[in-house]
């Protein structure tokens, strides 16, 4: 096949990439580089299966010559990371809609499949609010809860959904082949930190001696998926026919507090660092909200798919301490 993949200079876009081209199919990515970047393409960028088109996804022109020659989208092009949508929030509601109402109308055009990559903010405080037992995950057909409008912290949450029920929409009025995934904190190497992903972040501070900054008092509890391990859920969905017309969670249902987080990388990189609490509000402004859960449920995945998590949360940290020793020579 070949396959189109928006975002393809991203994290998770430029892994699928390789993995896609180790597969033996051809890639077309495209990405507009304003969170993506080129480095995270340097191992395969030369492959003779691979092309790379650095544009706005909304581009109709470049975007419908790429879809002319595709047997496959897979749409990863979104603004990433809680800072970036804090500091951005036109910019993240009106390019995330816009960009997929361009792909799913060339997506019915030529009668290509697309998985419309979603997340697990999409649920909001579901299991804050809704669970007094604290064991509960969260499956696809539960009920968002979600804040006031006007903090910006929902935003990103509201626009993927409006993209489901767009995507959806786009199935029952004009046919589209669809599959969405709402990925759970995948993490791996080539994850950027400055848009508030949470384990390159620590990983950063502990080389360096800084302290590892903890927004809140460190409880909150979240579960992170080796970038492997959603690679693989995402292409084994794409291979079933029978997993179109579905939204399927990709996560991993083992949890940790951000404080356990904190201590585990400091240990793992023999830092002398210290632990530094702060306020939500000095770090994205006032009336902040988060989650103090967000954990998948994966039944519906693996009963659809023969998926088997086959990483953990130690060789994903082992992986990125690698990989930040050697992006800060250290």
């Known amino acids: 096949m070949k396959i189109l993949v928006t975002g393809g200079a991203g994290f998770i876009g430029s892994h699928f990439c390789e993995f896609l081209l180790s597969q033996g199919q051809q890639v077309i990515a495209i990405d507009n580089l304003i969170t993506g970047q080129l480095s995270n393409l340097d191992s395969f960028i030369k492959h003779p299966d691979f092309e790379f088109i650095q544009a706005d996804v909304k581009d109709a022109s470049i975007l419908e010559k790429a879809f002319s020659t595709s047997n496959f989208v897979v749409h990863l ?31 019915v055009k030529y009668n290509i499949p697309v998985l419309l990559a979603s997340t697990s903010e ?17 499956s696809e057909m539960d009920y968002r809860v979600e804040g006031y409008s006007r903090n910006h ?12 029920f767009l995507a959806f929409a786009y199935m029952r009025e004009q046919g589209l082949k669809l599959l969405i995934t709402r990925f759970f904190n995948t993490a791996g190497a080539r994850q950027r930190s400055e848009y508030g992903m949470v384990i390159p972040n620590f990983v950063q501070a502990a080389l360096k001696g800084e302290p590892l900054k903890i927004y809140g008092d460190g409880k909150q509890r ?6 492997q391990d959603t690679i693989s859920a995402m292409w084994l969905l794409m291979q079933s026919p029978n997993a179109l017309g579905e939204v399927y969670n990709i996560g991993n249902p083992e949890e940790i507090t951000i404080l356990q987080l904190a201590e585990k990388i ?15 509000e000095s770090a994205y402004g006032e009336g902040f909200e988060e989650m103090d859960r967000r954990t998948a449920c994966i039944d519906k995945l693996t009963a659809a798919v023969p998926f088997q998590l086959t990483g953990n949360l130690d060789s994903i940290l082992a992986e990125v301490i690698a990989f930040e020793k050697t992006r800060l020579d250290l």
Do not use: C
């Not at 092009?77 to 109308?105: C, Q, R, W, Y």
């Not at 912290?153 to 959904?161: D, E, F, H, I, L």
């Open 153 to 164: 912290r929902w935003a990103y949450a509201n626009v993927k959904s409006l993209n489901e």
């Open 266 to 280: 400091i240990h793992l990189t023999h830092s002398p660092s210290q632990l530094e609490f702060l306020s939500y």
């Open 222 to 227: 979240r579960s992170f998926i080796h970038i």
């Open 77 to 107: 092009a979104a603004p990433v990371g809680v800072k970036f949508i804090m500091n951005h929030p036109v910019h993240t509601i009106l390019d995330a809609v816009h960009s997929t109402e361009s792909v799913l109308n060339l997506a």
């Open 122 to 138: 999409v649920y909001g405080k579901n299991l804050d609010l809704l669970d007094p037992t604290g064991k509960r995950t969260l």
